[in-house]
């Protein structure tokens, strides 16, 4: 997990050079600054396009082994795992957030730039948009499975709120708990879809119980189990 770590924030940093690169070629371009040595600005930002899209790839793939096993210590029970948890859901979030700040520099670099140079720029720019859409996933998967804890419960469903994870309520729910996170009933239905339904502080269901919620009328939820035979509902 320690050489995970670093190797994440290699990525970064070679993203962060590959974008210096970049800018530099563009000033070169338009006469900002003067070139050293070629004059000629494209193998520049053909290098640092390339460095990007590199390190971009490699991030992604680092992000999803190093989440896979932050979810094997949840799982395990490992000592300091919460812990980990927390910090790992940092690093998910700042590493979408430096993404985001990587397309958008990307983007204003492209103007006027020719088609091909566009095209060039919009291509690292995939890739940045690829690494992006793992750490997302990652945060959603650490969240499922940060759910079921019951020292995680109420960190995981704040965070599942912020990312509406969580659906709307409606009259009728139906679905298997996840957990009972305070004065709410954390279920996931046959769609996938996370619910997060109030309940009295007399809810006596628990995590593995296929339910049938519904509204009592005054903002609660009571609940009544469902059959479930081979995987279906009824």
């Known amino acids: 997990m320690t050489q995970l770590a670093q190797d994440i924030k290699k990525d970064a940093r070679n993203i962060a050079a590959g974008m210096i690169s970049a800018g530099d070629a563009v000033d070169i371009r338009s006469g900002k600054i ?3 040595g070629n004059p000629d600005p494209k193998p520049l930002l053909a290098r640092g396009l390339t460095r990007i899209q590199d390190a971009a790839k490699s991030i992604a793939v680092n992000l999803a082994d190093a989440g896979k096993q932050v979810r094997t ?3 395990d029970k490992v000592p300091g795992a919460d812990q980990m948890v927390k910090a790992w859901d940092n690093v998910l979030d700042a590493t979408s957030h430096y993404m985001t700040l990587g397309m958008k520099r990307l983007t204003g670099l492209a103007r006027g730039m020719d088609p091909e140079d566009r095209y060039a720029m919009g291509f ?3 890739h940045l948009q ?3 859409d793992v750490a997302l996933d990652q945060r959603r998967r650490g969240i499922l499975q940060s759910l079921k804890s019951p020292h995680l419960g109420e960190h995981a469903l704040r965070d599942a709120k912020q990312l509406g994870m969580i659906e709307a309520g409606k009259p009728v729910h139906r679905g298997t708990v996840l957990n009972v996170v305070g004065l709410e009933a954390v279920l996931k239905n046959a769609k996938g879809q996370l ?6 502080p007399d809810f006596k269901f628990k995590a593995g119980d296929h339910l049938v919620m519904k509204d009592r009328g005054d903002g609660f939820y009571q609940g009544k189990r469902q059959l479930v035979e081979r995987g279906m509902e009824r």
């Open 73 to 75: 210590m949840v799982k």
């Open 34 to 36: 003067a070139p050293v």
């Open 195 to 200: 619910l997060a339904l109030p309940v009295t």
């Open 124 to 126: 690292a720019s995939g």
């Open 130 to 132: 690829s690494a992006q």
